[in-house]
């Protein structure tokens, strides 16, 4: 394959929604999901070597995001190749959306329907069936303890998706090979996987085959599934992972390649998880701060939208990912019980209306979509103030995805209603109410909060009856 960038096709080269699909290809591209995910989103890999073009890194979800959603772009891998690019001197990363790849290699094979990728991808997180199918690739046996999958999953799983999950794990391992072998063929010098939800198992099966073709390629994980300890334990336990990196990418993923390409030692990076002489690992201690806002660098999604309309859900409704903050300004005071979201980092860092303003309508302009997925934990309620109003009178009619703090005003909710924003309780499950613990001594606390503000004369809305969307 010739080295240059892997271009994105932008024609359609599948058939298009007025084309008869083949039974099992129209099964999957109807019956759209908002929540479809792909089994592994990916990678990204960059080429160093002064002595050759530029290339880069290139995400290939197989691994990294096994289990994300088709209809989102990585925002990760959005960032990380932002950050290539634009800090790594004559780097360029190029990322592979290997949950698409799968997505078409599969339903060309079997009957595999948009509601099996939903579960593989999202609704079978708590029963580990997305990382068990690709553990059959991991270890480099179609048939790995399947005996012991059945046995203790038979309760559990009708048996559909048994089978459908057995023959998924004897299949994945030719899928892995050749998403390997289709990086190998690019010869870039890093690869880096993401690796969040059920994308371990893919993206260490995929970055061990790697390894195997091309032992000089330089392979980094990431990811939510790296945070902290869990970083530490992958890197000891894969010995085929070169550098594992913990916490925020976009500042330490550049600074480790300029390492490499300038022959310096990386080591000393924050949270890095490196090899000892004799192979052991080694885990330096994460960043004490976070980024500041500043540093929180807007995605590129470059190619992405061009490639899943090539691909066989192109009639998935594409969303936009954007975030405009990290961490919990009410975590900072008073962390939910029962709340894990904010990973390694509470420090509540949003930015500044007009970067996070441009950002969307930049977002908005250069790829024609106007669905748009707040991956924030909680809103900055400024914005409230700032960026919506400009959304509002923008033009644009945006529909914003945005998970909210349920003690929200009527008058703030009216706003949010006016920009054509879905609600959603923040905390991920309904059941949960973000500051408000599920004890009795949450359920007070809640209802203090009420009283209080009904003696303001604030009218605090019901917690979670919110309907899915104000009407304007
Ligand atoms: C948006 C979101 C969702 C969306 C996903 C939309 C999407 N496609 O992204 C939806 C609603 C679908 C969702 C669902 C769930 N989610 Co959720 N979600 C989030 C959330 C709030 C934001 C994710 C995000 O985009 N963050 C911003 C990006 C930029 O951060 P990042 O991915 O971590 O990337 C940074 C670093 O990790 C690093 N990095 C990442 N990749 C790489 C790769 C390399 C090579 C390098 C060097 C660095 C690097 O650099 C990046 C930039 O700094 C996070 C919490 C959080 N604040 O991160 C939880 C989080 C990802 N979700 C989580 C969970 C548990 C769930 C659910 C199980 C919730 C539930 N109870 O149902 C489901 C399961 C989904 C599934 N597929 O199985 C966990 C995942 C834990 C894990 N180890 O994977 C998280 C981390 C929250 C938590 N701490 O509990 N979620
Ligand atoms: S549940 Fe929401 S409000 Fe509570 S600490 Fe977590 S992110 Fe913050």
Redesign the pocket.
């Known amino acids: 394959m010739p080295a240059g960038p892997v271009r994105a096709a932008t024609a359609r080269t599948g058939p298009t929604p007025a084309s008869p699909l083949p039974d099992h290809r129209r099964r999957f591209a109807l019956p759209h999901h908002p929540?479809a995910?792909s089994r592994c989103r990916t990678t990204?890999a960059a080429s160093l070597s002064p002595h050759r073009p530029p290339r880069s890194l290139c995400a290939c979800p197989s691994g990294q995001h096994a289990?994300?959603?088709i209809d989102?772009p990585s925002?990760?891998l959005g960032?990380?190749k932002r950050s290539v690019d634009e800090r790594v001197p004559g780097a360029e990363a190029r990322v592979l959306h290997a949950n698409l790849e799968f997505t078409d290699w599969i339903t060309a094979r079997t009957e595999f329907t948009a509601e099996d990728y939903e579960y593989y991808?999202?609704s079978s997180?708590f029963m580990g069936c997305g990382d068990w199918v690709f553990s059959s690739a991991l270890y480099d046996d179609p048939q790995w303890r399947e005996a012991e999958f059945t046995a203790g999953m038979k309760s559990r799983l009708r048996g559909s998706r048994l089978r459908m999950s057995v023959e998924l794990h004897r299949l994945v391992p030719e899928f892995v090979a050749q998403i390997a072998q289709r990086i190998a063929d690019e010869a870039p010098d890093v690869v880096?996987?993401?690796s969040?939800?059920?994308q371990n198992t893919a993206a260490l099966a995929a970055a061990r085959q790697l390894k195997r073709l091309a032992p000089q390629t330089t392979i980094?994980?990431?990811?939510?599934?790296?945070?902290a300890e869990?970083g530490a334990a992958l890197h000891r336990c894969f010995p085929f992972v070169d550098y594992v990196?913990r916490?925020?990418?976009?500042d330490v993923?550049p600074r480790l390649l300029n390492a490499l390409k300038d022959g310096q030692d990386p080591s000393g990076l924050p949270g890095l998880c490196h090899r000892t002489p004799d192979g052991g690992s080694t885990a330096n201690p994460m960043a004490t701060a976070p980024l500041p806002p500043a540093a929180i660098l807007p995605p590129d999604y470059s190619g992405y939208f061009e490639r899943l309309a090539s691909s066989v859900p192109q009639l998935v409704e594409p969303k936009l990912?954007i975030?405009g903050a990290?961490g919990c300004w009410w975590g900072e005071k008073h962390h939910c019980t029962f709340c894990?979201?904010?990973?390694s980092f509470m420090q509540f860092r949003s930015k500044s209306p007009d970067t996070f303003f441009d950002e969307i309508m930049e977002l908005a302009r250069r790829h024609r979509v106007l669905d748009m997925?707040l991956?924030d934990?909680i809103l900055d309620m400024g914005y409230l103030t700032t960026v919506l109003p400009r959304i509002i009178d923008s033009g644009y009619d945006l529909r914003l995805h945005i998970e909210i703090k349920a003690n929200m005003r009527r008058s703030q909710l009216s706003r949010l209603g006016r920009s054509r924003t879905d609600l959603r309780p923040a905390g991920?499950?309904e059941p949960q109410r973000p500051g408000a613990e599920p004890d009795g001594q949450g359920r007070q606390r809640l209802s203090e909060r009420a009283d209080a503000a009904g003696r303001r004369g604030d009218r605090p809305l019901g917690l979670l009856e919110l309907p899915a969307r104000i009407p304007r």
Do not use: K
């Open positions: 929540a995910v990204v289990l994300v959603p989102l925002l990760a960032i990380l991808s999202l997180y880096g996987f993401t969040t939800f059920q980094v994980m990431g990811g939510a599934n790296c945070d869990q990196i916490g925020e990418g976009e993923f990912v975030e990290r894990g979201l904010n990973g997925y991956v934990n991920h499950r």
